[in-house]
């Protein structure tokens, strides 16, 4: 008896070893999830901050760079909050980037804090980068808020190198569409004129919508704001 009891206690002394063994390299492997799973999220954030640099400097390249230009090209796969300055020719972002990883039941996630400098030189800009302090990305409410005229103004400069390019159907594809906050609810094409009905929101604030009628043509662009209404309807 002595022996079989032995034997059964020996069984659950395995059994038990067994069980604890399991749980330690669960535990361990979803240790090693999580650290491979916030490595990658600081990738993301090095990838999206290597990105925007790129994409500040192709788009500075013609001597002039647009609110709206640095609002296509500051993007991250979390959400990102920037500041826009300009001194003397000289424009300064400073923007935070999030990097999200899902894994398991959980996930993990990285963020830093970036401010990019573009030179002033014409087609020589360079953009310098560099992190700061996570405080340096507090910033104050409304300080993204620009007036819809504002923005129209930029979407007409666009516009115009847009239709000096590749004409009014260059103008319908162009990039400028492509802006967060910048909804183009109609368009078309006739007698070599794009008319775009646009609606602001978003990059101008949440607060503040304008509606606009564009028309592009080689000769000019207009930009003309309408009523609210006017952007739930079509053209004609």
Known sequence: MARRGGCLINGCLGVLLLALVLVVGLMVSFWNSGREAEADARDQVTADVDATRARLARAAA??????????????????????????????????????????????????????????????????????LPDKACLFP??????????????????????????????????????????????????GGQLTALVQLSGVTGWHDKGCYEFRAAKSSVTAKRLKPEGCYGRIG
């Open 141 to 190: 409410s409304g300080m993204t808020y620009r007036e819809p005229e504002a923005v129209a103004e930029d979407i007409s400069t666009e516009l115009r190198t847009a239709v000096a390019d590749g004409g009014p159907e260059g103008a319908r594809s162009a990039e400028v569409w492509q802006t967060g906050g910048v909804e183009l609810r109609d368009s078309e094409v006739r």
């Open 62 to 131: 013609d001597g002039v760079l647009l609110d709206t230009e640095i609002e296509r090209a500051v993007r991250s796969l979390g959400k990102t909050s920037k500041a826009i300055e300009r001194r003397e020719g000289q424009v300064t972002v400073t923007a935070r980037f999030i990097g999200m990883v899902n894994f398991g039941f959980g996930g993990r996630d990285a963020s830093g804090c970036y401010r990019f400098d573009v030179g002033r030189t014409g087609a020589d800009r360079t953009v310098g980068v560099r992190e």
